[in-house]
């Protein structure tokens, strides 16, 4: 049996290598995915993740995480929880339970502290003065204080041939309190099932919630689609339903990976990600939708990864 | 166009039957909904919704609800909100909102505050004395402290052919602060598409949401079968998927409702419900399910309806 994993945006290459890692030598899925989203929750520059992520309105970073095990459907996830290092094993430490396994606010903090996870302030000295800066933008500028939300989702294929999923995500920048995505919410921004793959998401949770599709793509691979097929037919067919629908369509990108390796994303706004299978290393790539309903994807230049590298820790002033 | 209404549980008539007389007016799905939904929400002696629904493990009641517009797909919802008298009216005007429109916790409360939502104590004296009663048991006959977990889920077709739905719950009793189940989740506990029909749950929402049980309903609508067979394939392979897989299965039942006033319902336990169209007066019903996986739906009996307002009411010592 093969291994694989794939996770959403740049960001998700040095978790996701150290994933690989655990996978190619036998490690389980569930692992592998604990290890890599906790890497990007650690990091302190990537503004919407865990430490170093963004705040609401009110200048505090909440955080929402969701886990899958595609094996027996466990599903444990937070939203709203604060002063917590890692999320995401929060998540996965709930999907033991049969009940009370999603956590919201406070009791989501409290779980936290009652099972000894680190707890830890999130707010940066970076990110708070990232969110000074556009209090007075906002005020001056008359800019929409709403920015910037890109969840890590990561998932996993090991090679007892387990599947899982995880997500993490400080949400929105400038949200209102108590205000989550898809993040945490099942169907929606993660699923897994091992015996056809999983699928994640990032964007703006509040409208891809509206299509479900995480599900809507395990689903399509389930009928015989390749990931790169699921992914192409489930986004671009919702968001052309969600334009009719509903007027108007934030940015969203979705991938998925199969029990076999494969793997596929589709995404309406420019995209990056990484993956890894048994045969090709990790490597980060960058797409993009075209006319057609597909996806372009093609692997990152030297020339964005510098850019990116830069902007990341370029000074706020 | 022709009108209809279903909801879940005997406790959903009183207000269905409210809703009804706006439909049979010409009046709107959504108010038909918050209408109906705020009924069951505010009489006391329904033990899992709104006032005098049963508190989590600290004695405080915590409530979700959630609203789907199946016309332009807006979603509202709340989770762990305390101390609204009306938490669907909350996660219907949440639903008007692009971003922002699902709030968890202490952020949920404010927001109902901010925007001059009814704040109201929703723990009852009756309420205090189960809880009371409860632990006591639990302590004494080492029973398992979860018990109840009876969502209304409401959905509407208008005579301008809407769909809308909705739903509210204080959840599972005893649950641990801040637990939320699928009442608030999209796709998981309700979905709504006005081309197609809609669809909301009850029960264990910790395994009703691994299935993405609502979504799935209405997509299978959507492929052309009826309410009946789309709740009955969707809930009944799912429960065989999740023995084989999770090995346990909780207690769970859909209400579904198409376009053309064609209803379903499918149970894997005794649940009652509520139906009304345009043909037929707003009645109740109850359901078992079947060895071959369909479901048996008979009228209620007044021996039924007479124990039932009994057991609600009856003293608690």
């Known amino acids: 049996m093969t291994y694989a994993m794939i996770g959403t945006w740049r960001m998700a290459y040095e978790g996701l290598s150290k994933g690989m890692d655990l996978l190619s030598e036998g490690g389980k899925s569930a692992d592998a995915i604990e290890t890599a989203v906790k890497e990007v929750e650690n990091y302190p520059f990537f503004k919407s993740v865990g430490y170093g992520g963004l705040p609401n309105a009110n200048g505090l970073v909440e955080m929402d995480a969701g886990f899958m095990n595609g094996d027996t459907f ?70 929409s204080p709403y920015d910037g939300h890109d969840t890590v989702g990561m998932i996993s294929l090991d090679q007892m041939g387990s599947i899982a999923v995880g997500t993490s995500t400080s949400g929105l920048f400038m949200k209102k309190p108590g205000r989550t995505g898809d993040t945490a919410l099942v169907g929606d921004g993660f699923y897994a099932d091992s015996e056809i793959g999983g699928a994640a998401a990032t964007g703006l949770g509040e409208d891809i919630m509206k299509g479900c599709l995480c599900y809507e793509i395990v689903r399509l691979m389930g009928i015989g689609l390749t990931p790169q097929k699921a992914c192409d037919q489930a986004v671009y067919s919702f968001t052309k339903k969600l334009e009719q629908r509903y007027g108007k369509i934030g940015e969203f990108s979705l991938v998925a990976l199969d029990k076999d390796g494969n793997w596929g994303v589709a ?35 030297q020339e964005w990864l510098d850019a990116y590298s830069k902007r990341i820790k370029a000074p706020i002033d």
Request: charged share 25%; no cysteine; net charge neutral.
């Open 74 to 143: 466990e599903v444990g996830a937070v939203m709203g929880i604060s002063d917590v290092k890692n999320p995401i094993a929060v998540a996965r430490s709930l999907s033991h339970e049969h009940y009370n396994s999603v956590l919201v606010g406070a009791g989501a903090s409290q779980y936290a502290t009652l099972n000894n996870f680190e707890r830890k302030n999130m707010l940066t000295e970076r990110a708070h003065k990232i969110w000074e800066k556009r209090k007075q933008e906002i005020v001056e500028k008359n800019l």
């Open 267 to 301: 995404t309406n706004v420019e995209f990056t990600f990484a993956v890894g299978t048994e045969q090709d290393k990790p490597a980060i790539f960058i797409a993009h939708p075209t006319d057609n309903d597909k996806t372009k994807i093609e692997p990152i230049t």
